[in-house]
């Protein structure tokens, strides 16, 4: 006999409407593309406060680290927020943090103050609102289409590169870098009505079921209402987790810490323009964006492990490539095919630690994994640029990036993952 199905005359007449999940969708969207606008924002504003204050470029720079690692590391501890108390009260903080802590900036006269206001402030803000809320809203709102949903959420921070970094240098080189900064916080705080009044912290919350819950069987239901949070105790003792923060700690350090710290310098050395280095730059933005769309859907229908073989091994060999390719041509052929597995690792990742350890446990987990690529990421970014002041070129640090990617490929492979707990976490 068949499970019996449950599905009551509420849903089958309600499912020519939207159902709430895609608001939810829309809001946090919005939310982490102004926090990736922020996260890229220094890089625009950098030199012009060089200028205005005389502080060293290192300072300057120490200032973001600081801002990058706590970004990091309150991804843990918002995800655990989220997974004891829901989705609207971290985003709030979050945004508000990271808005106030950019408009205090304007006003700013010391460097501790830049300290405080950009690297601690703005840091912790930019680190509620990350991957850890798309991972959230992907595996508490949806039953299907989990894995196009957390595509859709990551993408939003190629498409904050898009929209606001050019908006950004256009205020500050037209009005100065007060002006780009307050574009960004004022865009934050407007954000905030549209959270209080749009988001819930649960489908409960909204008088809806999780999208595609309609399809359940009872005993899927009841299996789903009993999971419990799984103790990181717990999740420590498994290897999966470990391969998991590996892999990611990998993917950080060659994309993050290598190529978006160095790629421009390399290019530049190589004789071409800053100019047609930016655009190569932004070029390999849109191909994130599309990346990680597809990325997303693949999620929903093949193994992840495997997605994560090809994607990790396709970046090794374009990071080995690199440095053996001259000329415009050859950098925009780059950005192009690792524009495309620059993020989709995220979604992959995202969905494994939800169906390995289970939705209500993956805020924590996810935000443990996540700390890992900012750890890779800080890393690496060191190493490569210590790689070229003793060698003099890049050659070396690209190697070694595809080197470890494409180890990443092959620990992928590692993780006992099975179809039968991505059965189970579906249900």
Known sequence: MQARRVESATDSGSRARLHYGWIIVGVIFVVLLISAAVRSTPGAIMVPIEREFGWKRDSIAAAVALGLFLFGLAGPFSGRWIDRFGLRSVTLVSVLLLSGGALATIFMSSLWEFYLLWGVITGLGTGGASTVLAAAVANRWFIKRRGLVTGILISSSSAGLLVFVPLIVWLTENYGWRAGVLSLAITGLAMVPFILLLLRDSPAAAGVRPYGAET??????????????????????????????????????????????????????????????AVAFGVMGLSN?????????????????????????????????????????????FVLLSGLNYVTTVPTTSVLAADIFGKRSVGTVFGWISFSHQVGAATMSYVAGAIYVYTGSYTGAFMLGGALALGAGMLSLRMRYSRAQRAAAAA
């Open 289 to 333: 964006f599309l990346g990680a769309m597809a990325s997303g859907s693949l999620s929903d229908r093949y193994d992840p492990r495997y997605l994560l073989f090809v994607y990790y091994t396709m970046r090794g060999l374009t990071l080995i490539a690199l440095p053996m390719i001259a000329g415009p041509v050859g950098l925009f052929g």
């Open 216 to 277: 359940q069987t009872v005993a899927e239901q009841a299996a789903a209402a009993a999971e419990q949070i799984v103790p990181m105790s717990v999740v420590m003792q498994s290897g999966d987790f470990w391969l998991l923060c590996g892999t990611f700690f990998i993917c950080g350090s060659t994309t993050i810490g290598l190529v978006g710290t160095h790629l421009i310098p390399f290019a530049i050395d190589q004789g071409i323009s800053p100019q047609v280095a």
